[in-house]
């Protein structure tokens, strides 16, 4: 965020308190930040896990909080997440109600009741015990957004065992490194599935990536599971590859789920921290369902019963567990998911999605509505778009303009909207406006929600007044925290719990409270680039440009960008030799390509600048706050702690 951004920010005036007849209905009153206050964090909570899921074995104690920054939460209770989100639904006699719509990209579409999804899930069950799935075996997952990714999470969880979804978009590589972190014995994966109006396979780089390695080390995987989705060709592994069709046509339609305690892990999701490695963050089952559930339940005001709720996100990121999968279905939601692209075929086609199952509740990124606002309101203006009552956005700050062309075309001037803050290591919302309760204030999150503790701090954890920027702290352990780095926990300790101590979690976001107590997020304060709502790692990036024969050296920066949010900008130093042989426009071309295929295309650098140097300080720190200034074309900043003063003035001319 620039200067004159947070100067745009400080100077937002308009206000939208919730309309009367959504207050009256609302799920969620101001009560509930009462109770949370007078009952305390996990007496709260307790309540919220009692009230919202089935504990074959009720628990006795809320949170143990002993050896912070490992925390425990309804510790002695027992349940099964998948039954929670599906058995007890059908047994409540709400069998026949719809759990998903399906929309697949070319124009395919299936509907399944909560009866039918259930069914679903306990054949893939009883086939995942059948090849040898038993609790706490990881299973890998690398599907498009099908039915048939739900089915799978939900089979795993309801074994007990622990899933790590990788986004379809990923490498082959990228495959590799998070099967070998996980140890995963089996991967789900499917022929290929539907994008931008094409079919894109999706086996290969499965293949590719449990090949034997250089040095001979084979993977973990003894078992592929392949979903037909294109019915594209596909190499196949005898002994190794199954046809998911074919095998859960042979399996028993009965599974009983079993309980599990409530810190059975659930799952591991990867994502981007300030190193070139992933993180796996960790989840576990009663809290993290808890809050997931409670969340979905208040934030987005959701009545089971009437509502069609749509979050866009793909299930390979955190949003697409909490909010597509655990959450909504928890509740018992009927549900819209769609396989593709926005503007497949034409550029309606999400609103043409929300006429179609006349959506009331939609959660999307800001990047989609930024997109949406290029093209131009007489897009969406062609659909029926009054079933909306509430819009949700996730991922990244929304611009004031963007939340209010959000909220006047989509939203027909009428709909609150919820800007919700959180990260795949909170596992759900902590702050976000109760959409009943709360006065909205466009490109403020707000406040955090009951029973959740924030603060805004300096670098001594004291805390920040009104309008003093600081850094977004929890100060309380709650109940869908991360309970981990898979297999890492001093990674964890460092990088969550070290700043301030292992009872304060440093989020790695800069914010600031306004005087009235909102809260104005402010962006990473780290080398964590956010790119169209998906963190990327500057040194995972740099590192990839590096492993190219080209490259001598290099440093990314996340410049901003008008609808992305910011991008990845690439400065490369290449080898003297190579750099000769191909001009600067093709090695930069061939570096993009290189990045998309070792990391994925989400990764391409947008601009990749080959410079003879880079600023570095006396002690040789780059200085990425100045190749931010060259990347976003403002004047460059103070460069008097550079090595050499000269620097920034050459990689200006080269780039001319
Ligand atoms: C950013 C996505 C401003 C933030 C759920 C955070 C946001 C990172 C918002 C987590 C928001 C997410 N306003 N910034 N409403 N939501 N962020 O793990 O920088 O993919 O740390 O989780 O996205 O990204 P993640």
Not at 512 to 538: A, E
């Amino acid at each position: 965020m620039t200067a004159d951004d947070i100067d745009n920010l400080l100077h937002e005036a308009r206000r939208f308190p919730p309309p009367a007849d959504f207050s009256q209905n609302a799920v969620a009153t101001a009560e509930l930040y009462e109770k949370a206050r007078s009952e305390g964090g996990p007496e709260f909570w307790a309540g919220q896990a009692r009230d919202l899921l089935h504990w074959h074995k009720p628990f006795t104690t809320a949170l143990d909080w002993s050896n912070p920054p490992f925390a425990k939460w309804f510790d002695d209770g027992e349940l099964n997440v998948a039954y929670n989100c599906l058995d007890r639904h059908v047994l409540a006699g709400n069998g026949d109600r719809v759990a998903i719509h399906w929309e697949g990209e070319p124009g395919d579409s299936k509907s399944f009741t909560y009866a039918e999804l259930t069914a679903e899930v306990k054949k893939a069950a009883n086939l995942l015990t059948a090849l040898g799935v038993e609790q706490g075996d990881r299973v890998a997952i690398y599907l498009p957004l099908i039915p048939e990714a739900v089915i799978a999470m939900l089979a795993v969880a309801r074994l007990g065992a622990v899933h790590s979804v990788i986004f379809g978009g990923f490498s082959a590589e990228s495959i590799r490194s998070r099967v070998d972190d996980a140890g995963a014995k089996l991967v789900i994966t499917a022929d290929g599935g539907y994008r931008k109006g094409k079919s894109f396979p999706l086996k290969p780089a499965v293949d590719k990536a449990l090949e034997p390695d250089a040095d001979g080390g084979t993977s973990t995987v003894s078992t592929v599971l392949v979903v037909k989705r294109t019915g594209g060709d596909v190499d196949w592994h005898d002994g190794r590859d199954l046809w998911w069709d074919e095998e859960i046509a042979q399996v028993d339609a009965e599974h009983e789920a079993k309980p599990f305690p409530a810190e059975n892990p659930l799952f591991i999701l990867y994502t981007s921290g300030t190193t070139g490695k992933p993180k796996g963050i960790l989840h576990s089952s009663g809290g993290y369902l808890t809050q997931a559930s409670f969340t979905h339940k208040t934030v987005f005001d959701l009545k089971p019963e009437e509502d069609v709720y749509w979050s866009t996100a793909d299930v390979g990121w955190i949003t697409g567990h909490s909010y597509v999968v655990y959450g909504p279905l928890a509740n018992g939601a009927t549900e819209v998911i769609y396989e593709g692209t926005p503007d497949t075929p034409h550029p309606g086609r999400w609103w043409e999605i929300v006429e179609k199952y006349k959506v009331s509740i939609l959660y999307a990124a800001p990047t989609a509505i930024r997109t949406f606002m290029k093209l131009g309101r007489q897009i969406p203006q062609e659909f029926d778009l009054s079933s909306l009552r509430l819009l949700g956005s996730v991922g990244e700050p929304i611009n004031p303009e963007a939340w209010v062309w959000y909220r006047d075309v989509i939203g027909a001037g009428t709909t609150p909207i919820v800007d919700t803050w959180w990260q795949t290591e909170t596992g759900a919302i902590m702050i976000s406006a109760l959409p009943g309760v709360t006065t909205l204030k466009p490109g403020s999150a707000q406040v955090a929600i009951p029973g959740i503790a924030v603060d805004v701090v300096d670098e001594r954890l004291r805390s920040a007044g009104p309008d003093q920027g600081g850094l977004l702290v929890i100060t309380q352990p709650w109940p869908s925290m991360l309970r981990g780095i898979w297999g890492d926990p001093e990674r964890f300790i460092e990088t969550y719990w070290s700043k301030f101590g292992p009872t304060t979690y440093f989020a790695g976001d800069g914010a600031r409270f306004d005087k009235d107590g909102d809260i104005w997020l402010l962006g990473r304060v780290d080398d964590v680039m956010n790119v169209s709502g998906h963190r990327l790692s500057t040194a995972e990036i740099e590192s990839s440009l590096v492993s190219h024969p080209m490259v001598a050296e290099a440093a990314v920066v996340g410049a901003s960008d008008e609808t992305t949010g910011q991008a990845v900008v690439a400065f490369v130093i290449t080898r003297a030799s190579q750099a000769d042989a191909a001009g600067a426009d093709d090695a930069a071309a061939v570096l993009r390509a290189h990045v998309a295929a070792q990391i994925g295309a989400i990764a391409r650098p947008r601009q990749v600048f080959i410079v003879s140097e880079l600023p570095k300080t006396r002690s040789g720190k780059i200085m990425r706050r100045l190749l931010r200034d060259v990347a976003e074309g403002r004047e460059i900043g103070d460069t008097t702690t550079l090595a050499d003063t000269q620097v920034m003035t050459i990689i200006s001319q080269t780039m001319r």
